[in-house]
T-cell receptor, first 112, second 113 residues
């Protein structure tokens, strides 16, 4: 599946704790994305990266930060998790010149 | 930014019938429109896409049409089979500082045997 992995795959945490999700690719794609998926909302873009150290906000970026220090890794951090951030988080990659986007397996995050 | 609307939210068809899902987008600068299929508990998978310089694209039983003037695009599935049952998402690619994808809210398709 396009050489993209996410860790952890499942996480339960408590309100107020920091959480970091990792996305790793072996495809050398330029773009990496973080989405959240919630019932009735489809997939919503949190942040994306268009190169090492180059990131930008998506439509639901409040409460999240990202970092990309290497082409293959894109980290999503919830500085202080809230119950509204309970969701399934998908990483995606793109950028082989044809705009095709491929998704990772997802991380199910529950904030109690 | 871009806004993508998708209809219907649920769709049930008899096996062998056709299914059509429609999406509209708001910004004429969007130039790439993929469709994804997501089975329960799985990741979205790209099934077909279309670029703004093309009006129609087919791949076996699935096809996508694009009307740039009206800013809408549609997914057509013919001869539906039970394994087509899934949630389908449309998306539009919009360029800001980089490529951003905006997704519709999804259509849950059920194919009744």
């Amino acid at each position: 599946d396009a050489g993209i992995t996410q860790s952890p795959r499942h996480k339960v945490t408590e309100t107020g704790t920091p959480v970091t999700l990792r996305c790793h690719q072996t495809e050398n794609h330029r773009y990496m994305y973080w989405y959240r998926q919630d019932p009735g909302h489809g997939l919503r873009l949190i942040h994306y990266s268009y190169g090492v150290k180059d990131t930008d906000k998506g439509e639901v970026s409040d409460g999240y930060s990202v970092s990309r220090s290497k082409t293959e890794d894109f980290l999503l951090t919830l500085e202080s998790a809230t119950s509204s951030q309970t969701s399934v988080y998908f990483c995606a990659i793109s950028g082989r010149g044809n705009n095709e986007q491929f998704f990772g397996p997802g991380t199910r995050l529950t904030v109690l | 930014g871009e806004n993508v609307e998708q209809h219907p939210s649920t769709l049930s068809v008899q096996e062998g019938d056709s299914a059509v899902i429609k999406c509209t987008y708001s910004d004429s600068a969007s130039n790439y429109f993929p469709w994804y299929k997501q089975e329960l508990g799985k990741r979205p998978q790209l099934i077909i896409d279309i670029r703004s310089n093309v009006g129609e694209k087919k791949d076996q039983r699935i096809a996508v049409t694009l009307n740039k003037t009206a800013k809408h695009f549609s997914l057509h599935i013919t001869e539906t089979q039970p394994e087509d049952s899934a949630v389908y998402f449309c998306a539009a690619l919009y360029y800001v500082t980089g490529n951003q994808f905006y997704f519709g809210t999804g259509t849950s398709l059920t194919v009744i045997p």
